[in-house]
């Protein structure tokens, strides 16, 4: 008899039976479910992992749109065929809504233990070590490379090609940007502050490049480590619903404010660049992409309430530019 019981595992899952996850595991041929319980992290609540008489896995529910399972799918294959870095695979998507009212999908959990969970505990010297081994992760995942750049088409299931990559590039910012005047988080002087980053910066998105997924949440809290002596070592990524195909650099910015040291910030890029070597005009590049990352994060702060209540955007986004660009130095 398993010891399972109705639980509300977040507020987005709600309450679940056990015989709602034991009809999951039936159906993709998971064992018995021996315990169920939430993962430590995460911002949405959308996971319950699993244990199996057959393995370990994560059931991930109630969607943010279809779409995003869906999207999930193909960016965990494309990582899958291309990266030496772990992916959730094979990621199997139910449509069928009986079951929940949603949605869902279920996958293999990964190895190791949440980058977040480790960081939270690491005293100063260990968070260091982690940040290079965040630097390794991600230059493991820009191996999955691609012939053309462009997001993710839900019709097609697939990447599309886009031509002009500054064109789209400014499409994206602008669309952004927008956003944060629909919440009003945009004051004149920090219109005409971005206006002049793009100003002094856009040339540098002509550079060519190699096409590669970009996974656009880069943190510790989206991939796994197993630690190996004194080091960490990747065992895995996820969260993969922001990814598109694109230029590598851009993954480098969220964990550079992400993280608050400049010896953290050294230690990632270091050991990044050891295998990707930055690219000439990388310091306006990586300036752009910060201020392009930063109203992603403002505008969300701004519209939940979450953040940045008594903190002006400019004295926010300064900081945040100006550790982008330095460790190209």
Same mark, same amino acid.
């Given at each position: 008899m398993s010891p399972l019981k109705p639980m509300k595992y977040s507020e987005r899952l709600g309450v679940i039976e056990p015989d709602q996850l034991r009809a999951v595991a039936d159906r993709f041929g998971l064992g018995s479910i021996v315990n169920a319980y939430?993962?430590?992290?995460?911002?949405?609540?959308?996971?319950?992992? *699993?244990?199996?008489?057959?393995?370990?896995?994560?059931?991930? /529910?109630?969607?943010? /749109?279809?779409?995003?399972?869906?999207?999930?799918?193909?960016?965990?294959?494309?990582?899958?065929?291309?990266?030496?870095?772990?992916?959730?695979?094979?990621?199997?998507?139910?449509?069928?809504?009986?079951?929940?009212?949603?949605?869902?999908?279920?996958?293999?959990?990964?190895?190791?233990?949440?980058?977040?969970?480790?960081?939270?505990?690491?005293?100063?010297?260990?968070?260091?070590?982690?940040?290079?081994?965040?630097?390794?992760?991600?230059?493991?995942?820009?191996?999955?490379?691609?012939?053309?750049? /462009?997001?993710?088409?839900?019709?097609?299931?697939?990447?599309?090609?886009?031509?002009?990559?500054?064109?789209?590039?400014?499409?994206?910012?602008?669309?952004?940007?927008? *956003?944060?005047?629909?919440?009003?988080?945009?004051?004149?002087?920090?219109?005409?502050?971005?206006?002049?980053?793009?100003?002094?910066?856009?040339?540098?998105?002509?550079?060519?490049?190699?096409?590669?997924?970009?996974?656009?949440?880069?943190?510790?809290?989206?991939?796994?480590?197993?630690?190996?002596?004194?080091?960490?070592e990747p065992s895995g990524v996820f969260d993969l619903f922001e990814a598109y195909i694109a230029d590598r650099e851009e993954d480098l910015v969220r964990m550079l404010w992400w993280v608050k040291t400049d010896e953290q910030r050294q230690a990632f890029v270091a050991a990044y660049v050891g295998g990707n070597p930055l690219r000439e005009d990388a310091a306006e590049r990586l300036e752009l992409y910060a201020l392009a990352d930063w109203l992603v994060i403002w505008e969300y702060g701004k519209r939940t309430g979450t953040w940045f209540e008594n903190t002006a955007f400019l004295d926010s986004a300064r900081p945040v530019l100006a550790n982008a660009r330095k460790v190209v130095s």
């Open positions: 939430p993962p430590s992290g995460g911002l949405f609540g959308q996971n319950v992992m *699993l244990e199996t008489t057959a393995g370990r896995y994560v059931f991930r /529910g109630n969607p943010h /749109g279809h779409v995003q399972l869906t999207k999930e799918r193909r960016v965990a294959a494309f990582i899958h065929e291309r990266s030496p870095l772990p992916a959730p695979w094979p990621y199997e998507v139910c449509d069928d809504t009986a079951l929940f009212g949603w949605t869902y999908a279920v996958m293999p959990m990964l190895a190791g233990k949440c980058g977040q969970d480790l960081w939270t505990t690491a005293d100063e010297g260990t968070r260091v070590e982690l940040a290079a081994s965040c630097g390794q992760a991600l230059a493991m995942l820009h191996n999955a490379t691609s012939s053309t750049f /462009g997001p993710y088409d839900a019709q097609l299931d697939d990447f599309v090609a886009m031509d002009d990559f500054e064109a789209w590039w400014l499409a994206r910012f602008d669309e952004m940007r927008n *956003l944060c005047r629909v919440v009003n988080a945009l004051s004149t002087e920090s219109e005409r502050f971005i206006d002049a980053v793009l100003e002094c910066n856009l040339s540098a998105l002509r550079d060519p490049f190699v096409p590669t997924l970009v996974h656009h949440d880069f943190q510790p809290g989206n991939f796994n480590f197993a630690p190996t002596g004194n080091t960490y």
